[in-house]
């Protein structure tokens, strides 16, 4: 039976003209339950393409691994900068309790804001420029909606926080 799907769809704002997206999924890639998915937008001022890799039971354990691809870019004419990213960020998943995970995951990427004009702010212009972003987090997700016979009583809880500074020449704490 057919485990992939293709979507594909335009848009049109005033603010940012005419926009395409494209999306291919395979949630059961070479016959072995993983999903390879690569979603692709474009318009007259941006791009957004990550490819990400899922394997939902990594080494045939309760473990989700991930892995993602991405390069998105902005050129837009109403502001007064672009920006470029290109980045890489694998990930695990797994569970602490019966109704409790563990998402842990690394972030690296270099991230660009160029063309910035002398109408933007001061804070834009002292960061325009490239930096290189290290950054490792967590989300603890909790949840007891699947448990019962009542699907819709009980209760979804998320916890999510990153820290960079872990090399890089960004640091932050979110």
């Known amino acids: 039976q057919p485990t992939g799907s293709l979507s594909f769809g335009i848009n049109f704002s005033f603010g940012d003209g005419v926009g ?3 999306g291919l999924t395979e949630r059961n890639f070479l016959g072995r339950g993983q999903i390879l998915s690569f979603p692709l937008g474009a318009g ?14 990594l080494f045939g354990r309760d473990l ?13 004419f109403a502001q007064a900068f ?10 695990l998943n797994f569970p602490l309790s019966e109704n409790g995970r563990l998402g842990l995951r690394y972030r690296i990427s270099q991230d660009e804001i160029s063309d910035v004009t002398i109408f933007s702010s001061a804070i834009l212009r002292e960061e325009e420029g490239t930096e290189l972003t290290s950054a490792v987090g967590y989300t603890y997700s909790w949840d007891n909606r699947r448990v019962g016979l009542n699907p819709n009583a009980g209760i979804a809880f998320e916890f999510s926080q990153d820290l960079a500074g872990l090399g890089g020449d960004v640091e932050y704490i979110r």
């Open 20 to 22: 395409l997206a494209f």
């Open 44 to 57: 007259a001022d941006n791009a957004d393409t990550p490819l990400t890799f899922t394997d939902p039971y």
């Open 64 to 76: 989700v691994g991930s892995a993602s691809v991405y390069y998105r870019t902005t050129n837009q």
């Open 82 to 91: 672009n920006t470029q990213q290109i980045g890489f960020e694998p990930g």
